[in-house]
């Protein structure tokens, strides 16, 4: 039986709805009738029917007495705002049932049935109380390959003077790139910067084994690259965190901050910023398209897909690359996401760390070999050997991040602002995969450098950062 006749059957109603509730499909052929009537058509609710779900669900709520009862609505609920985020509003609205909620996870004795509870809270938009009362604290982490070790000497540094973990200090963690590595083994997973710089020098090396960009650039070896690298990146992203670690599931302890990784969808009529999130806003307002259902080593798999380097990601249909390509610096998306979920708080403290920068020149001097556009009408001969020479030089201008810096900080009331970004030491800055055990040396000295020129606005910042 082929498709057309199978769809016949359909819409002359042959095929009872109740039996029929998915489609088998092998190549163009249906296995057999017997299969597809004992299968399931998946059906898409419509969002009547998704409020009238999640409205019985809350009256269940309402009448619930035991935790064992409690804790099978609540996973219901959570499955049902977690695959339809819109439903979120029907639960919003009831502010008894989230009044009861909260309370619930409050007296809760067992930890499961807490997590559950703080995972549906999340789900609605709703948050805890800032850490400082003064207004909200909020960390940004850039991307940058490799260098991300230099935003890790900053965090460190932050951490000694602050006698406390990351995680207590601020409300929201947002990265992109190599940042979203960092995010979310300081957020999510609860590492101190120590064990984050070990676990991030040890991934860098696995992956960047010799020089990637090199056999990138060499046509033969191109598309091998690509697919070794995304093998092996995308292998030790579910060793390390886990194939099942979702966003959600880091929800589960309120104490720990919101977490959003951001990525960029290529597939579309414009490039658009994706927002993986550990929460969901709590209105329908959010300028960017985004999820909390997915896992966490798809979130940095899509965040960090960086052309050249590694293979697009494609999830639900969407072709997601590294989102530094638009946005190396988050710090606008940070500003926004925050004021969603607090929007009636200031903000107290926003730290923007960046992942290095090398000295401009006062007065830039012009190479007469570069004198060439990226529209000039190369021959592919003639092309590729200087687009492969000066590729970091284009990256680095098309990921550039103080441009976000500077227009922040017009905005953000001075004392309130601070972006930490160190100078390099190296001239045209260091290469985005490098691996060399003294490169890294290096750029931890080149952090050192830094914190002890900048010591007086670090320990301004923390001790306006620290919890009273």
Same mark, same amino acid.
């Given at each position: 039986?082929?498709?057309?006749?199978?769809?016949?059957?359909?819409?002359?109603?042959?095929?009872?709805?109740?039996?029929?509730?998915?489609?088998?499909?092998?190549?163009?052929?249906?296995?057999?009738?017997?299969?597809?009537?004992?299968?399931?058509?998946?059906?898409?609710?419509?969002?009547?029917?998704?409020?009238?779900?999640?409205?019985?669900?809350?009256?269940?709520?309402?009448?619930?007495?035991?935790?064992?009862?409690?804790?099978?609505?609540?996973?219901?609920?959570?499955?049902?705002?977690?695959?339809?985020?819109?439903?979120?509003?029907?639960?919003?609205?009831?502010?008894?049932?989230?009044?009861?909620?909260?309370?619930?996870?409050?007296? !809760? #004795? *067992?930890?499961?049935?807490?997590?559950?509870?703080?995972?549906?809270?999340? %789900?609605? @938009?709703?948050?805890?109380?800032? $850490?400082?009362?003064?207004?909200?604290?909020?960390?940004?982490?850039?991307?940058?390959?490799?260098?991300?070790?230099?935003?890790?000497?900053?965090?460190?540094?932050?951490?000694?003077?602050?006698?406390?973990?990351?995680?207590?200090?601020?409300?929201?963690?947002?990265?992109?790139?190599?940042?979203?590595?960092?995010?979310?083994?300081?957020?999510?997973?609860?590492?101190?910067?120590?064990?984050?710089?070990?676990?991030?020098?040890?991934? !860098? #090396? *696995?992956?960047?084994?010799?020089?990637?960009?090199?056999?990138?650039?060499? %046509?033969? @070896?191109?598309?091998?690259?690509? $697919?070794?690298?995304?093998?092996?990146?995308?292998?030790?992203?579910?060793?390390?965190?886990?194939?099942?670690?979702?966003?959600?599931?880091?929800?589960?302890?309120?104490?720990?901050?919101?977490?959003?990784?951001?990525?960029?969808?290529?597939?579309?009529?414009?490039?658009?910023?994706?927002?993986?999130?550990?929460?969901?806003?709590?209105?329908?307002?959010?300028?960017?398209?985004?999820?909390?259902?997915?896992?966490?080593?798809?979130?940095?798999?899509?965040?960090?897909?960086?052309?050249?380097?590694?293979?697009?990601?494609? %999830?639900? @249909?969407?072709?997601?690359?590294?989102?530094?390509?638009?946005?190396?610096?988050?710090?606008?998306?940070?500003?926004?996401?925050?004021?969603?979920?607090?929007?009636?708080?200031?903000?107290?403290?926003?730290?923007?760390?960046?992942?290095?920068?090398?000295?401009?020149?006062?007065?830039?001097?012009?190479?007469?070999?570069?004198?060439?556009?990226?529209?000039?009408?190369?021959?592919?001969?003639?092309?590729?050997?200087?687009?492969?020479?000066?590729?970091?030089?284009?990256?680095?201008?098309?990921?550039?991040?103080?441009?976000?810096?500077?227009?922040?900080?017009? %905005?953000?009331?001075?004392?309130?602002?601070?972006?930490?970004?160190?100078?390099?030491?190296?001239?045209?800055?260091?290469?985005?995969?490098?691996?060399?055990?003294?490169?890294?040396?290096?750029?931890?000295?080149?952090?050192?450098?830094?914190?002890?020129?900048?010591?007086?606005?670090?320990?301004?910042?923390?001790?306006?950062?620290?919890?009273?």
């Amino acid at each position: 039986m082929n498709k057309r006749t199978l769809w016949h059957m359909l819409f002359k109603n042959k095929i009872c709805d109740d039996c029929v509730r998915r489609i088998i499909l092998d190549g163009s052929r249906v296995q057999s009738v017997s299969s597809v009537s004992k299968s399931l058509i998946v059906h898409k609710p419509t969002r009547e029917e998704i409020a009238q779900r999640v409205t019985k669900l809350l009256r269940e709520l309402h009448l619930a007495k035991e935790w064992q009862t409690i804790e099978g609505i609540g996973k219901e609920l959570r499955e049902q705002l977690l695959n339809y985020p819109a439903s979120r509003m029907v639960v919003i609205e009831d502010r008894i049932v989230i009044k009861n909620i909260k309370r619930w996870s409050k007296r !809760c #004795s *067992d930890e499961q049935t807490k997590a559950l509870l703080q995972q549906c809270l999340a %789900l609605c @938009g709703t948050v805890p109380e800032t $850490k400082n009362p003064d207004g909200i604290s909020v960390l940004s982490i850039d991307g940058g390959g490799t260098r991300g070790i230099l935003g890790l000497q900053i965090l460190s540094e932050l951490e000694k003077a602050a006698g406390k973990k990351i995680t207590e200090l601020f409300d929201i963690i947002v990265g992109v790139s190599t940042g979203s590595i960092i995010a979310t083994l300081i957020g999510a997973k609860g590492m101190s910067v120590e064990e984050t710089k070990e676990a991030y020098l040890r991934h !860098c #090396s *696995d992956v960047f084994k010799g020089s990637s960009f090199d056999r990138v650039w060499s %046509l033969g @070896g191109r598309f091998a690259s690509l $697919k070794d690298n995304t093998t092996a990146w995308t292998a030790i992203l579910k060793g390390s965190l886990g194939s099942d670690f979702c966003m959600i599931d880091s929800a589960r302890d309120s104490k720990k901050p919101r977490v959003a990784i951001v990525s960029l969808i290529t597939n579309t009529n414009q490039l658009i910023p994706f927002v993986f999130r550990n929460y969901e806003p709590p209105t329908y307002d959010s300028p960017y398209r985004g999820s909390a259902k997915y896992r966490f080593w798809e979130a940095i798999r899509a965040s960090s897909a960086a052309p050249s380097y590694f293979e697009e990601f494609k %999830l639900d @249909g969407f072709m997601h690359q590294d989102g530094g390509i638009l946005l190396n610096n988050p710090i606008s998306i940070a500003l926004q996401e925050a004021k969603q979920l607090w929007p009636h708080k200031n903000f107290h403290c926003v730290i923007s760390i960046g992942n290095g920068k090398f000295m401009p020149e006062v007065d830039p001097k012009i190479d007469e070999r570069r004198d060439v556009t990226l529209s000039t009408p190369y021959q592919l001969g003639a092309w590729f050997p200087w687009l492969s020479k000066h590729y970091n030089t284009i990256m680095e201008s098309a990921t550039e991040t103080e441009l976000f810096h500077h227009c922040v900080a017009s %905005l953000i009331p001075a004392g309130s602002y601070f972006r930490l970004n160190p100078y390099v030491s190296q001239p045209e800055g260091y290469a985005l995969d490098t691996i060399d055990s003294k490169v890294f040396e290096q750029m931890k000295r080149d952090a050192e450098l830094y914190v002890r020129r900048n010591r007086l606005e670090i320990f301004a910042t923390i001790s306006r950062r620290k919890v009273q």
